[in-house]
T-cell receptor, first 112, second 118 residues
Framework: GDSVTQMEGPVTLSEEAFLTINCTYT??????LFWYVQYPGEGLQLLLKATKADDKGSNKGFEATYRKETTSFHLEKGSVQVSDSAVYFCALWSSNDYKLSFGAGTTVTVRA | DTGVSQDPRHKITKRGQNVTFRCDPI?????LYWYRQTLGQGPEFLTYFQNEAQLEKSRLLSDRFSAERPKGSFSTLEIQRTEQGDSAMYLC????????????????FGSGTRLTVV
């Protein structure tokens, strides 16, 4: 079935460092791709999304581009802040079964 | 609309007891989903409803689990005879029904109910 694989963490960075979290997917049909963020003790929040190839999702300084040729949707931020410390999940919405499937999550800790 | 609401936020129960969680979705959303998230893992799909109909159940949903959405609005998830392995965060999400041309079908998640079975 359709699935996503994201880089394992944890990732520890200094403030203002560059962040990238790799995500690749396996899918038939035309999936949509998402990044969700989960802050400690909270539920999931949609960070950004892309619904077709070459789309770029962006929000709060984060960006990810839907690359069909490499089946990837890597998350990037040029200058992280302490408040970006969270768990980040890559997710795929399958056009076959209309369900959202998640990667295992990557824990990011940003130190001041 | 205040988004997706889940109640309670936390539940501690003794093994063998029954528990019930409630989810109130965004009012105009037709679909409602339940996911389970264990420590260090991504959310795993359990079941979903379209209006009041339960359209799919994951094999993760054993016979001890039952979900309802009686009037197509709120939903309940009940776990009978809880086991320690049921300890997890139970997440509810809602969305519009996907359709050709509709791009705003992203899920909105609630804050979850954290279950601890002791």
């Amino acid at each position: 079935g359709d699935s996503v694989t994201q880089m394992e963490g944890p990732v520890t960075l200094s403030e203002e460092a560059f962040l990238t979290i790799n995500c690749t997917y396996t899918a038939t049909g035309y999936p949509s791709l998402f990044w969700y963020v989960q802050y400690p003790g909270e539920g999931l929040q949609l960070l950004l999304k892309a619904t077709k190839a070459d789309d770029k999702g962006s929000n709060k300084g984060f960006e990810a581009t839907y690359r069909k040729e490499t089946t990837s949707f890597h998350l990037e931020k040029g200058s992280v802040q302490v408040s970006d410390s969270a768990v980040y999940f890559c997710a795929l919405w399958s056009s076959n079964d209309y369900k959202l499937s998640f990667g295992a999550g990557t824990t990011v800790t940003v130190r001041a | 609309d205040t988004g997706v609401s889940q109640d309670p936020r936390h539940k501690i129960t003794k093994r063998g007891q029954n528990v019930t969680f409630r989810c109130d979705p965004i009012s105009e959303h037709n679909r409602l989903y339940w996911y389970r998230q264990t420590l260090g893992q991504g959310p795993e799909f359990l079941t979903y409803f379209q209006n009041e109909a339960q359209l799919e159940k994951s094999r993760l949903l054993s016979d001890r689990f039952s979900a309802e959405r009686p009037k197509g609005s709120f939903s309940t998830l009940e776990i009978q005879r809880t086991e320690q392995g049921d300890s997890a965060m139970y997440l509810c999400a809602s969305s519009l029904i996907p359709s050709r041309g509709r791009t705003n079908y992203g899920y909105t998640f609630g804050s979850g109910t954290r279950l601890t079975v002791v």
